[in-house]
């Protein structure tokens, strides 16, 4: 991975606030793949999380669109707080998790029909998280036009519980009112990251609605990557994620 040269980075968050530290996992802590379960999770990345944590008095999360248990199979950090399948399932730091139920049934109706879309075409690849239904079609990248245009049709009836959701090369069936943004207001308003300033990182669409909760706590919004975005702070890949976070843990470290 490529990093970017400090005079490029965003300014330390100031030492005299206390933060939370909020983190996306694709595309902004480790490299975007062809295949979800082809990322690549190394021991430095779990250790530069577990000194953070730690520094940060337990206020870091992960919040992505992933489902929990899929986090935890690459990450393997329990105390770790998080935040699944865009805040349809969320875990505190003392490993006490909850999961929303209210449109599991309107999923299931649609779930058998976004199968039958995948087995008309093997470019074409289906992650079942259980709580939302991730349509991914990297190898296809022409298909999305139509894809959306399907997928759309097959929630028609149930908008009032579901809502479909464009990332990179990938849509996504899930529960309507559920986003990136209601999951960081969620462990906002709980220990231990009540009263703190929030940081957020993250690269993709999915992430604006997190930087606009961001923004409106007056905290720091940085997007990975190039495109249009609410956050007011720039990282060019998850290597120069790496950089700036252990530039932070140094700050923080400092008597």
């Known amino acids: 991975m490529s990093t970017t040269n400090n005079k490029d980075m965003p300014e330390l968050?100031?030492?005299?606030?206390?933060?939370?530290?909020f983190l996306d996992l694709d595309g902004t802590l480790v490299d975007l793949v062809d295949h979800p379960d082809?990322?690549?999770?190394?021991?430095?990345l779990r250790a530069r999380l577990e000194t953070l944590t730690a520094l940060l008095d337990g206020a870091v999360a992960v919040i992505s669109g992933r489902a929990i248990d899929d986090l935890e199979k690459?990450?393997?950090?329990?105390?770790?707080?998080?935040?699944?399948?865009h805040g349809a399932e969320?875990?505190?730091?003392?490993?006490?998790?909850?999961?929303?139920?209210?449109?599991?049934?309107?999923?299931?109706?649609?779930?058998?029909?976004?199968?039958?879309?995948?087995e008309r075409d093997d470019a074409?690849?289906?992650?079942?998280?259980g709580a939302s239904i991730a349509l991914h079609y990297r190898h296809r990248p022409e298909a999305g036009d139509m894809?959306?245009?399907?997928?759309?049709?097959?929630?028609?009836?149930?908008?009032?519980?579901?809502?479909?959701h464009q990332g990179k090369f990938v849509?996504?069936?899930?529960?309507?009112?559920?986003?990136?943004?209601?999951?960081?207001?969620?462990?906002?308003?709980?220990?231990?990251?009540?009263?703190?300033?929030?940081?957020?990182?993250?690269?993709?669409?999915?992430?604006?609605?997190?930087?606009?909760v961001v923004n409106a706590h007056q905290g720091v919004a940085i997007k990975v990557g190039t495109g249009d975005s609410l956050a007011n702070e720039r990282l060019t890949d998850p290597g120069a994620v790496h950089a700036w976070l252990d530039q932070w843990i140094m700050q923080l470290q400092r008597p």
């Open 74 to 85: 690459h990450l393997h950090l329990p105390t770790l707080a998080m935040s699944g399948q």
């Open 38 to 44: 082809s990322i690549v999770v190394d021991d430095a």
């Open 13 to 21: 968050p100031a030492s005299d606030r206390a933060w939370a530290l």
């Open 90 to 118: 969320w875990r505190n730091s003392q490993g006490d998790r909850q999961i929303a139920g209210d449109h599991q049934k309107a999923l299931e109706a649609v779930r058998q029909q976004v199968k039958e879309q995948v």
């Open 147 to 164: 894809l959306k245009h399907n997928l759309s049709s097959m929630i028609g009836e149930y908008s009032d519980l579901l809502e479909l």
């Open 171 to 212: 849509f996504e069936i899930k529960g309507q009112g559920y986003d990136k943004g209601v999951a960081l207001e969620r462990f906002l308003a709980i220990p231990p990251f009540a009263d703190r300033c929030p940081v957020f990182i993250g690269d993709d669409r999915t992430d604006e609605d997190g930087f606009r």
């Open 124 to 129: 074409l690849y289906l992650e079942d998280k």
